[in-house]
């Protein structure tokens, strides 16, 4: 895959933040998409979730999700196991999560 337009994809554990601190926040299906930002950058980027067999994801919710950043070919080899970022809902965080898997 050319590095310049691979759209780095991976497995993370998420976890939402509760209710009363996002304000509020309606549930949240596979698809998706919310900002992800990593601590080496002052980026935001664009992500798709995917949440397998869950259908719903709730505030407070720990779940696992395939995560594809379509405009990430940029930051591709900057991911690795580990590696913990927020993300995003507009301009509030409403989750962090660690990356578990590199696909």
Do not use: C
């Amino acid at each position: 895959m050319d590095e310049r337009t691979a759209k780095p994809r991976f497995s993370a554990l998420l976890q939402f933040l509760p209710e009363k601190e996002v304000g509020g926040q309606s549930p949240i299906s596979s698809g998706h998409r919310v900002g992800v930002s990593f601590p080496f950058s002052n980026l935001v980027w664009n992500a798709h979730l995917d949440f397998g067999d869950v259908e719903n994801v709730y505030p407070g919710d720990s779940v696992s999700s395939e995560i594809t950043l379509p405009d990430g070919a940029a930051i591709a080899g900057q991911l690795y196991v580990g590696l913990d970022f927020d993300f995003t809902q507009g301009d509030r965080v409403i989750g962090t999560g660690v990356v578990r898997k590199i696909a």
